[in-house]
């Protein structure tokens, strides 16, 4: 079963000269900024191959983490004719209609309380409208189901390790073939914000196991690393779909990988500030909440400071592009502050990220800064859709061949 195919309806790797990898960071309703950049992506790869192509037709995985791990979904379920259910363009619409009910602002003079007895008391928010959205919009549509491979992190409390739903695993684990609705409604379980997501799966050997599952963002805010291991693990298994890829070969990986915004030129915390902190303050702070703050940047960071390394070693950082924004101001980098003017504030920021001039990181100092030639973003990803565009043909052109040569040799 391991070796079995697992490219879903695309031509496999094998077939081309790379390994096309999009990674969806988490963020709550900052899911709205990597909407808008999925949508221009899109729309670039549809003037160039037609307006019936989506990002599903384009990458070997797709993997998101939190708001990431939803848009990987809606991006990759199937409809009745077995096509993406969701074109990216649909994102923002669905966010700007859902995330009010999801994330209901309090009104009128329960504006003016103060939020900290509630999250002594459980979850600032019951989930219930999520889980009910979720289960309507992806039904019975389990993992194996998903038009290209997925990757979608959690963390399981009980066990106390992480929990990686992977298309590929789901062919060796049937216990990881479970609903995408769970999967989705586990690895958007913030703590604090919803409460954990359990819930239990019978395979199809009878066994059963039991989820109790929190954010994906515990494990993987930006959930790129483990996209790539999670393709590496095929290589080093044999798995036919990857064909001569040897492990470690990064340098024919393609990776686009989107955040949702930060605060970090707002230096909202300090040492002296939090030396003062127990363990309520730690938890909440005029409206947020620094330790999931700090453990969610420190965790996309960190990826991205090891993708940047690699993909310098390998002198291969015309295939790596990271779009992110650390200067959000104020409530723009809240993950849960649902009312209108917020979220159209985030379409708008989304929109300008776009023609932000692309960064690097610079694995010296960590820092973000523009690279040399000086492209804003929009112009990178016309330039990565024209590389997705001819890896695609490429792929089609060697499976077409392959066939015909098959059917010559069996005459």
């Not at 992806?138 to 739903?165: A, C, R, Y």
């Not at 909440?289 to 993909?311: E, K, Q, R």
Request: hydrophobic content about 35%; glycine content about 8%.
């Amino acid at each position: 079963m391991e070796d079995g195919s697992s490219c879903k309806k695309n031509k496999p790797p094998s077939c081309g000269n790379l390994v096309t990898i999009l990674s969806l960071d988490g963020g709550g309703v900052r899911g709205i900024i990597a909407g808008v950049i999925l949508a221009y992506l899109e729309k670039q790869l549809q003037e160039l191959d037609g307006e019936d192509m989506r990002l599903a037709d384009y990458f070997d995985v797709v993997a998101g983490t939190s708001t990431g791990g939803l848009m990987t979904a809606m991006l990759t379920v199937p409809d009745e004719t077995g096509r993406p259910q969701f074109a990216a363009k649909d994102i923002v619409p669905v966010y700007l209609e859902h995330s009010p009910k999801i994330f209901p602002q309090p009104e009128g003079l329960f504006a003016r309380l103060p939020k900290l007895p509630k999250l002594l008391s459980g979850p600032k928010y019951d989930g219930k409208y999520l889980k009910n959205l979720l289960s309507k919009v992806l039904g019975e549509t389990k993992l194996h189901q998903t038009l290209t491979n997925i990757v979608i992190p959690t963390f399981d409390i009980k066990k106390l390790q992480p929990t990686i739903f992977s298309s590929y695993q789901s062919l060796v684990y049937p216990s990881l073939d479970v609903k995408l609705s769970d999967i989705c409604i586990g690895t958007s379980a913030a703590p604090t914000f919803f409460p954990p997501h359990y819930f239990s799966n019978e395979d199809i050997l009878g066994n059963n196991s039991e989820f109790h599952l929190i954010d994906g963002g515990i494990t993987a805010n930006n959930p790129t690393l483990v996209a790539m291991t999670a393709v590496t693990k095929q290589i080093v298994k044999n798995n036919p779909d990857m064909g001569e890829l040897k492990p470690l070969g990064y340098n024919k990986f393609l990776v686009i990988s989107i955040g949702t915004g930060s605060a970090k030129k707002e230096e909202k915390y300090n040492a002296k500030k939090a030396a003062k902190w127990g363990i309520i303050s730690w938890l909440y702070d005029d409206g947020s909440t620094p330790i999931l703050d700090i453990a969610m940047d420190s965790s996309h960071d960190i990826v991205h400071f090891h993708s940047s390394v690699v993909f310098t070693a390998l002198q291969s950082e015309e295939k790596y592009l990271r779009i992110d924004d650390d200067t959000l101001e104020g409530v723009a980098s809240s993950m849960d502050l649902a009312t209108k003017p917020n979220l159209e504030n985030l379409v708008k920021i989304g929109e300008k990220m776009l023609k932000n001039k692309v960064v690097h990181m610079n694995i010296d100092t960590g820092v973000y800064e523009p690279v040399a030639k000086n492209v804003t973003n929009d112009q990178e990803l016309k330039r990565f859709a024209k590389i997705l565009s001819d890896e695609r043909k490429l792929r089609r052109m060697r499976s077409d061949t392959m066939v015909t040569d098959l059917s010559i040799s069996n005459h």
